[in-house]
């Protein structure tokens, strides 16, 4: 017997269906066979319900300037602080929600939907201390950093995947600063995020709490 990974689903409430569909085989075989032992379902973990983001900054230029570019964001966190953003014009933190999915769509803040580059930031809560996984995606290139270290940075041209990237970092016990730069070039421009959470113990906060 062998365990095979089929895929990763977000289930709804209600039923799910399952098909499985045999597509073909080696034209040399001479027969075959496929059973179905057992289905394993595991929870990995939920996203933040919601983010403080800022947006947006200039990514104008070939090779998405933007990616390298330090913005004040990284230099400082003051959520009451405003910034000059792309084309100088004022810009502050805010609060997004994700759709059903998870996903962040950076696209509906801004009427420019060209060269642009955001940050996203919210506090993650962990009972005990540990290195866990992540899983991530970003349209279009991204950077990450747990509690101000740098874990992660994808400089590309790309739609988000759910799942497209799984860095690991050490997380303390307690609040946990999650910190996101997303890039883009152009058409798309978002993120997802989660932290690999089976036993659903990790909190989400835009600010940590007492």
């Not at 290195?131 to 995606?137: A, E, I, P, S």
């Not at 991204?142 to 759910?162: I, T």
């Not at 860095?167 to 993120?191: E, H, L």
């Not at 990790?202 to 940590?208: A, D």
Request: glycine share 10%; charged share 20%.
């Amino acid at each position: 017997r062998r365990l095979f990974v089929l895929g990763r689903a977000v289930l709804q409430q209600g039923r799910a269906r399952l098909e499985l569909r045999v597509a073909g085989k080696n034209l040399q075989s001479t027969g075959y066979a496929v059973g179905l032992t057992a289905i394993v379902v595991e929870q990995i973990g939920w996203w933040p319900e919601a983010w403080n983001v800022i947006l947006p900054f200039d990514n104008t230029g070939e090779g998405q300037p933007g990616y390298n570019a330090i913005y004040p964001p990284e230099r400082e966190i003051k959520i009451d602080t405003t910034y000059l953003g792309k084309s100088n014009a004022p810009i502050r933190w805010q609060t997004m929600r994700p759709d059903s999915n998870g996903y962040l769509d950076l696209r509906t803040l801004v009427s420019d939907s060209r060269n642009n580059v955001a940050y996203a930031l919210v506090y993650a809560y962990c009972p005990r201390s540990g290195y866990r996984k992540m899983f991530l995606g970003t349209d279009d290139g991204g950077k990450l950093w747990v509690n101000d270290k740098f874990v992660w940075g994808e400089n590309v041209a790309r739609s988000a995947s759910r799942n497209g990237d799984s860095p690991v970092a050490y997380f303390d016990a307690g609040w946990n600063k999650i910190f996101m730069k997303v890039t883009q070039v152009g058409r798309g421009w978002g993120m997802y995020f989660r932290i690999y959470d089976p036993e659903s113990s990790v909190h989400y906060s835009l600010q940590p709490k007492e």
